[in-house]
């Protein structure tokens, strides 16, 4: 991504971000959370760097390298490789759990179930293995979901979902969100809100749940649906499935978002991310005392010793993503300026 940071290939410490984005990618196929966050922000670090970072010493000195990091970079320069990431070629076990981590909706504790039952391949998974139905579709669609989206095609699945929603209700639009609004060149899914003007939980879950949904199926848009909530709670109503053109045959993970009308601006936020960004504009909130989620921004959260929120507080700002930077006081960055 040259856009980023002012990066390119041309960077002094090209070669080492390069081996650290193989060793981020390797933590983040075996869904391990924090070192795959640790290794972004140190990468996110070194792009912007203008000259050579050659020592731990002086890795340690930039902002978000831990000295273990600091470390493995001192080791790239030195040796041109790293042996942590070398090591993870050599263990074959190590490469059927990555594969397995890949499907749909498996997590570490499936995945070891998969291996300790002998199977060593989605073929083994899908003649021998007990599956869910959400299983089943991310087996059979493993290397659609592993390709990205070109952002014209996030786009067309974008204008197919808003022209099936204008026919229900005029009013109702839905808005293409996540690495797409930060104005990425391909997506890994397609994140939508869908939204409009009185919207409630209650009117969405009506039209998009019960109308919107089925009329994408019986168009033979929509393909597979694997997972649903329809709760009221603080992790509102979603719906994750799959979606496919009329001009095509690969299928693409489709995120929709159903927002009411008064938590458009903290959903906006939430939904542009990226993660990331969203977990220090977080931070932020709670050291001014505040709290921010998808649903809004709130004040006097009580919390206790160990930081444990004790009620939910008083809702400041939910409607306009604008006035919650303002009330925060961190100076508005467009979409694309919220990769970090
Ligand atoms: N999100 C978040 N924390 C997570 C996952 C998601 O805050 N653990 C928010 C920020 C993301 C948005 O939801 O930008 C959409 O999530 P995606 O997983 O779809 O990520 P992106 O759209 O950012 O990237 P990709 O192109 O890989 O889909
Ligand atoms: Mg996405
Ligand atoms: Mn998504």
């Known amino acids: 991504d040259p856009g980023a940071?002012?990066?390119s290939s041309q960077n002094p410490n090209a070669r080492t971000i390069q081996i650290l984005e193989d060793m981020c990618r390797y933590y983040d196929q075996m869904q391990d959370t924090w070192r795959t966050l640790a290794y972004r922000k140190g990468i996110t670090?070194?792009?912007?760097?203008?000259?050579?970072?050659?020592?731990a010493k002086q890795a340690a000195a930039l902002p978000f390298i831990g000295s273990r990091l600091a470390d493995k970079i001192e080791e790239i320069v030195l040796t041109d490789r790293l042996r942590k990431l070398d090591n993870t070629k050599d263990d074959?076990?190590?490469?059927v759990l990555r594969l397995f981590l890949g499907i749909y909706g498996a997590g570490l504790v499936q995945a070891n179930k998969w291996i300790q039952a002998g199977y060593r391949t989605l073929e083994d998974l899908q003649s021998k293995a007990k599956l869910t139905e959400s299983h089943k579709v991310g087996i059979e669609h493993y290397n659609d979901f592993d390709s990205r989206i070109p952002r014209a095609e996030v786009e067309a699945h974008g204008a197919f979902v808003n022209s099936a929603l204008r026919k229900i209700d005029a009013r109702f639009e839905a808005t293409v969100m996540?690495?797409?609004r930060r104005g990425a060149k391909d997506s890994g899914d397609i994140d939508m809100i869908i939204t409009g003007p009185g919207a409630t939980s209650s009117t969405l879950r009506t039209i998009v749940l019960d109308q919107l949904i089925p009329q994408l199926y019986k168009a033979g848009f929509l393909k597979a649906s694997l997972a649903t909530s329809r709760s009221n709670d603080s992790t509102g109503s979603k719906w994750h499935g799959a979606s496919c053109l009329p001009t095509s045959k690969v299928w693409r993970r489709m995120d929709f978002l159903l927002v009411p009308e008064g938590e458009m601006g903290a959903a906006l936020i939430y939904f542009t991310g990226n993660d990331i960004f969203n977990r220090s504009i977080r931070l932020l909130a709670r050291k001014k005392g505040m709290r921010l989620?998808?649903?809004?921004?709130?004040?006097?959260?009580?919390?206790?010793?160990?930081?444990?929120?004790?009620?939910?507080g008083v809702l400041v700002e939910g409607r306009s993503e604008k006035k919650i930077f303002e009330i925060l006081g961190v100076p508005w960055r467009e979409p694309h300026e919220r990769i970090c």
């Open 178 to 180: 996540g690495s797409y």
């Open 45 to 55: 670090t070194l792009k912007k760097q203008h000259t050579k970072i050659a020592t």
């Open 5 to 7: 940071g002012g990066y």
């Open 92 to 95: 074959p076990l190590d490469a």
């Open 293 to 312: 989620n998808q649903r809004g921004l709130y004040k006097d959260v009580k919390r206790g010793r160990r930081g444990e929120k004790l009620n939910e």
